[in-house]
């Protein structure tokens, strides 16, 4: 049941609660039916035996119960609807109605009270009540009771299915109604993003569950909003203000590795000093581009163009690159496709990803770049033959400044993929990291062909 809603699970346990509920019901009424229905036969046994005695005490004189025809004659007036046999004290029967047949009642104990007894299939009980020197037995057939209870279970077993799919059916319809604002705190919940944090679940106007919720849930939101915009904007702002210092820092730094052309030392110094201040401006714009993908002031200046060629371009770049890894460049690419999107930003994402190929690769490895379309998107795939990602650390390789454990030696900051799959999204498309079938790490690059035309694009 793990994978039903709560709603269905909440159906089944309320149809399943009924259905217990019903049974116990079945079972309790048919018991305590049957029951009155026998306490019914024994008070009918008891009030014949009454009018039977009373009869024999406004008779005149003994009566001759060696002559059926008197005896039948003498008590033609009493009510008695059951077959009945007269005894003496030890069981010797006096008289037997027509009824009994050939119904024999000695192994009845003589005792008085009620007696259950069978004869030939089926079940009887035996009233014994003495008085007048005399024992009264009279037959009660206990079948047409069993048969009146077996009727009522069949009515319940009958009815019960109904009754059960009846009460799920409703209980169904009753819960429909009662998640119907849940079920709108979800949709709008859904539509919530980083790019309109500023909307509000519905309120339902009650004080009940649902309404708690929903003040909670919003309360919540308003937080998120007010940290997102402060992270948002200090990381923006940080950027600004970091890039102007780190300009300046260089321009002197290189003006002075000029004037220090004949010390050596100095030089390399300034040189490890350049190369770190350079460092931190491309992080800086990396953190810059990210904190305007979040707000959705990435801007895309689309114009047309073919994308192999824009491929082939930073192919080359970095064939150069990994030379001295040796490493194999496999590429299989169409002629040309013409794409609408910002080349700019897909030439940054392209050279990212084949940075990488090349940076977490191993000498005379193998880069395999392959681009196929249909008419209405393109699919790129880099793979390289480095340490195999795994695939546990698969879901975590997009996020900021993560890198894989098996990369933590190399130089670099963890931003590389996530400003790809920005620009990626930005363009109506995605990234993601497919596990091959062969030794290879793969990234799949997925673009419409025809991009946003231009402008900030929001990010869902």
Not at 40 to 47: A, E, F, G, I, N
Not at 193 to 214: F, Y
Not at 235 to 252: C, G, K, M, Q, V
Not at 389 to 398: C, E, K, T, V, Y
Request: glycine share 8%; net charge negative; with cysteine.
């Amino acid at each position: 049941m793990k994978s039903l809603t709560l709603r269905a699970k909440l159906t089944f346990w309320a149809a399943f609660t009924f259905g217990l509920v019903l049974s116990a019901f079945g079972v309790g009424v048919s018991l305590h039916i049957y029951y009155e229905i026998l306490s019914s036969l024994h008070d009918d046994l008891h009030d014949e035996s009454i009018a039977f005695f009373q009869t024999l005490d406004k008779h005149p004189g003994p009566i001759n119960w060696d002559d059926p025809r008197i005896v039948r004659n003498d008590l033609r007036d009493v009510p008695m609807f059951h077959p009945f046999e007269v005894c003496d004290l030890e069981g010797k029967p006096l008289f037997r109605s027509l009824g009994m047949g050939r119904m024999s009642l000695a192994t009845v104990s003589n005792a008085p009270g009620y007696h259950p007894w069978h004869d030939q299939g089926r079940k009887y009980v035996i009233g014994v009540f003495a008085g007048k020197d005399i024992l009264l037995r009279i037959v009660g057939d206990v079948d047409n009771v069993d048969e009146i209870g077996f009727d009522l279970v069949s009515s319940f077993l009958f009815a019960g299915p109904v009754m059960l799919l009846l009460g799920g059916f409703g209980s169904w319809l009753l819960l429909r109604r009662a998640f119907r604002p849940v079920e709108q705190i979800v949709s709008a919940a859904e539509r919530i993003t980083t790019q309109n944090l500023h909307e509000r679940l519905p309120a339902s106007g009650t004080t009940d569950e649902i309404g708690r919720l929903t003040g909670v849930v919003n309360s919540m939101i308003e937080r998120m909003e007010i940290g997102f915009q402060q992270a948002t904007r200090f990381s923006a702002d940080a950027s600004h203000e970091l890039r102007t210092p780190l300009t300046i820092l260089r321009n002197d730094l290189e003006h002075h590795l000029n004037l220090s052309q004949r010390d050596p030392e100095i030089q390399a110094q300034l040189v490890e000093y350049l190369e770190q201040i350079t460092r931190l401006s491309v992080i800086i714009d990396k953190l810059l581009l990210l904190s305007r993908a979040d707000v959705g002031h990435l801007v895309i200046q689309s114009s047309g163009f073919d994308f192999c060629e824009l491929l082939n371009g930073n192919i080359e770049d970095i064939e150069i690159l990994g030379s001295s890894q040796f490493l194999t460049v496999e590429t299989h690419l169409p002629e040309w496709l013409p794409v609408v999107g910002d080349p700019d930003l897909l030439r940054q994402m392209l050279l990212n990803l084949l940075e990488n190929a090349v940076k977490y690769n191993q000498p005379h490895g193998l880069i395999r770049v392959s681009l196929t379309a249909d008419n209405h998107t393109l699919e790129l795939r880099i793979a390289n033959s480095g340490p195999i990602i795994p695939i546990g650390q698969a879901a975590f390789l997009f996020q900021r400044f993560y890198r894989a454990g098996n990369r933590g030696s190399e130089r670099g900051h963890g931003l590389g993929l996530s400003i790809c799959r920005e620009i990626a999204r930005a363009h109506g498309g995605d990234i993601s990291f497919s596990p091959d079938t062969t030794p290879l790490n793969e990234f799949v690059l997925r673009l419409p062909l025809q991009c946003p035309r231009g402008g900030a694009v929001s990010r869902s």
